[in-house]
């Protein structure tokens, strides 16, 4: 491809030139949890058994048992309604490890599909890749068709061109994907 077209071709395009972030990991791993079968059946897990292990707690102390149990109650709640914050940002620690080592990451966003580059690496995924997509403050999360959204992609919206955009971003995504 001569220099000229692909100048063309990505004046048409979304072009995104960022450096990803342990936070765009976890915006986007918390949105995937959401918009996902097992992932909300995780959500309603956690929750369950931290309402179940502190309203344990509230009635041991009710009851007046001091026991070790009741600690036990307590430190369940409390574990639960922790993971959920402490999974999506060890995950999101671990996936920036490994997306860091390759530095700025350049996505060009068209009709075809996505490009993504980065020092190591250059990648295109047409558009019948992903089925779907969900929107965070921070990034767009594109999500594969399977029920357990195991693969993603996520696109900061730092990286695009201002709001217009992020505008011309969510037009092209919601064209071609629909959203979670």
Known sequence: MTQERQQQEEAE??????????????????????????????????????????????????????????????????????????????????????????GEFRAVVDDGGIRLTSRDGDARSKWGMFARYVETDDVFVLLTGDKHGVGLMVLPKRGAAGTAGVERLRTLLESRLGKA
């Open 13 to 102: 395009a979304v072009v995104l030139v960022y450096e990803p972030t342990v936070r765009d990991m976890a915006s986007a791993l918390s949105a995937r949890m959401r918009a996902t079968p097992s992932g909300r059946r995780t959500l309603r897990l956690l929750l369950s058994a931290g309402v179940l292990g502190i309203s344990s707690f509230a009635l041991l102390m009710a009851l007046g048992a001091m026991t070790w149990q009741l600690w036990l109650m307590l430190g369940v709640g409390l574990l639960a309604f922790g993971c959920l914050y402490l999974v999506p940002q060890l995950q999101a620690r671990q996936l920036h490890q490994m997306a860091a080592t390759q």
